[in-house]
């Protein structure tokens, strides 16, 4: 779904997506570089300069429909000092930048008491004709998109962060087969593989995992009426987090 095409709604999510995609890009990198990821450093991405991290046609998209790919990092677990736990870091430090910068933003927001104002600022851009209605509606997307890019990261579905996140967390090994129900092994054999090979199950799952992810977007963008499916996953949490910083 488009998103609202002002000139200066566009501008603001311009400017609001590349400081959010360069703090979750520069997060992921140097995360990974102090984990003994050593790429980063060598291809010059420990830097706070969006030109580096930034997907030009990602960046675009984002700001005109609401989904696009913003930056990337090449990180790997194999270079890691401590794969696991060295790539759990590197890959939760990205959705957590943005977190903290909402964080950072709403406080900023509620301090200044700008919160209605940049709401309303925002979603009727028409009405932005001075400085302090426009730097409402700045903070104010500040806050909203870098929640929204938490909130769609943390979705366990590859390839996104939480995929990942979830594949760092889950054991190798979990329960014996004498440990599981009979009836689970018989009946849900994937659920009882899934048992005794977390991780492994998990990774074998990623191709699935990646086609659902694809679903999702396709059935909300297309206009079938009712609530899309990102919006349940993505929109009402991010709601719920925006009114929690903001009012």
């Known amino acids: 779904m488009l998103l609202n095409l002002h000139p200066i709604t566009i501008i603001i999510n311009l400017v609001v997506l590349g400081a959010a995609m360069t703090a979750h890009e520069f997060a992921h990198n140097f995360v990974a570089w102090k984990m003994g990821d050593e790429v980063p450093k060598l291809?010059?991405?420990?830097?706070?300069?969006p030109l580096v991290h930034i997907n030009w046609i990602g960046w675009l998209m984002f700001a005109i429909v609401g989904f696009g790919i913003l930056g990337s990092a090449p990180i790997s677990p194999q270079r890691m000092r401590d794969p696991r736990k060295g790539f759990l870091a590197a890959v939760a430090a990205g959705p957590l930048s943005n977190l903290a910068l909402a964080v950072v933003f709403g406080l900023l927001l509620r301090l200044i008491g700008l919160s209605a104002a940049g709401v309303q600022?925002?979603?009727t851009p028409g009405q932005i004709v001075d400085p302090i209605s426009l730097l409402s509606a700045l903070l104010f997307a500040m806050v909203y998109w870098n929640i929204l890019l938490f909130v769609f990261n943390m979705i366990p579905l590859f390839p996104i962060d939480g995929w990942h996140i979830v594949l760092s967390l889950l054991p190798g090994a979990w329960l014996t087969r004498m440990q599981i129900p009979v009836v689970i092994q018989r009946s849900l054999r994937p659920l009882a593989e899934f048992l005794m090979r977390p991780a492994f199950k998990w990774r074998d799952w990623q191709m699935a995992s990646y086609y659902v992810f694809i679903a999702l977007i396709f059935l909300s963008i297309l206009p079938l009426g009712g609530a899309s499916p990102f919006g349940?996953?993505?929109?009402?949490?991010?709601?719920?987090?925006?009114s929690l910083l903001l009012f």
């Open 43 to 49: 291809q010059g991405r420990l830097t706070l300069n």
């Open 232 to 242: 349940i996953f993505i929109g009402r949490p991010t709601g719920a987090l925006l």
């Open 121 to 123: 600022a925002y979603y």
